[in-house]
């Protein structure tokens, strides 16, 4: 079991996973916590061979879209060697202050 949290508007119900003052979709600000699975399927992916300054030491690095269990689409890190690939299964490792979300097959 993840312990990633998600954000569910009250209004609409929508999920999202970045905490925000308003929802993203209805512009309203009462929302709940919400756990997630933290488990998706990579939707998209690119490699950063050249990198913002700040993470130019980091490069090269993969950022995948991932299309999470809870039907929310979540941008981030895919962690390690793992190969990025359409459909793998990944989780969430962990959400970095710096970095969002980082993913790991």
Do not use: K, N
């Not at 990633?4 to 925000?20: H, I, K, M, S």
């Not at 997630?36 to 939707?43: D, E, T, Y």
């Amino acid at each position: 079991m993840s312990d990633t949290v998600g954000y569910q508007c009250r209004t609409c119900e929508f999920t999202y996973l970045a905490p925000r003052e308003r929802c993203p979709q209805c512009g309203s600000d009462q929302r709940d916590t919400v756990p997630l699975s933290g488990r998706g399927r990579i939707r998209a992916w690119t490699t950063i061979h050249i990198a913002p300054t700040r993470y130019e030491g980091e490069a090269p690095y993969t950022v995948v879209l991932v299309d999470l269990e809870e039907g929310i689409a979540v941008m981030g890190r895919l962690t390690g060697d793992a190969q990025a690939e359409q459909g793998a299964s990944v989780t969430i490792a962990g959400v970095d202050s710096d970095r969002g979300p980082m993913f790991e097959s």
